[in-house]
């Protein structure tokens, strides 16, 4: 899979466990050595929560199907998680009643801190994944942030030619 930005690309090869990053500015290559994914058998170490913190909401996952993209069949998933409502500030300090203070109205208040916002807007995100390739092809996130569209374009699923992935020698 290769991934290209504005000044670099990436160009990832699970099976020779290698990866590539390409500088197009500095004309350069680095070849980084990539562990290989886990097993299903294997599952993630589950960091332990403090007794006191409370359940995270439950995720929800909506099988959207089979569609077609650019002609590569692909399976839609969207999982939708809402935040846990914020903690309440806690009550501040209630000062005892002030007498005798010379010169202060009686009606002085101490300003109100800024209050959170009440609205925990949930975070989606659609996934499209080729069937033949097992690749995400199009990944949308819109949260409170905003909405960020990744696409990746389907390609041919026969063997790429070793050729491609040879890193020149350098020229002088």
């Known amino acids: 899979m290769r991934l290209d930005t504005l000044h ?7 099976a020779a466990q290698q990866a590539i990053l390409l500088d197009h500015l500095k004309k350069e290559a680095t070849v980084i050595a990539v562990p290989p994914a886990p097993s299903d058998s294997v599952k993630p170490a ?3 929560a403090p007794a006191a913190a409370a359940p ?5 996952v909506q099988d959207l199907g089979k569609s077609l993209i650019e002609g590569h069949e692909v399976e839609g998933k969207r999982y939708t ?7 309440q500030a806690p009550k501040e300090p209630q000062a005892p009643p002030a007498t005798g203070m010379a010169g202060a ?3 002085a208040q101490a300003p109100k801190p800024p209050q ?3 609205l925990a807007l949930p975070t989606v995100t659609e996934i499209w994944t080729s069937v033949k390739l097992k690749t995400p ?13 990744t ?10 030619h070793p050729s491609l992935f040879q890193i020149r020698p350098a020229t002088n």
């Open 116 to 118: 959170l916002p009440k």
């Open 151 to 160: 696409y990746c374009k389907p390609t041919s699923t026969e063997e790429p």
């Open 56 to 60: 995270l909401p439950p995720l929800q």
């Open 46 to 48: 589950s960091p332990h």
């Open 105 to 107: 109205p009686p009606s």
């Open 8 to 14: 670099t690309s990436l160009i990832s090869m699970p």
């Open 81 to 87: 998680f809402t935040p846990p409502p914020r903690p």
């Open 137 to 149: 092809v199009l990944t949308k996130v819109t949260s409170a942030a905003g909405e960020q569209t």
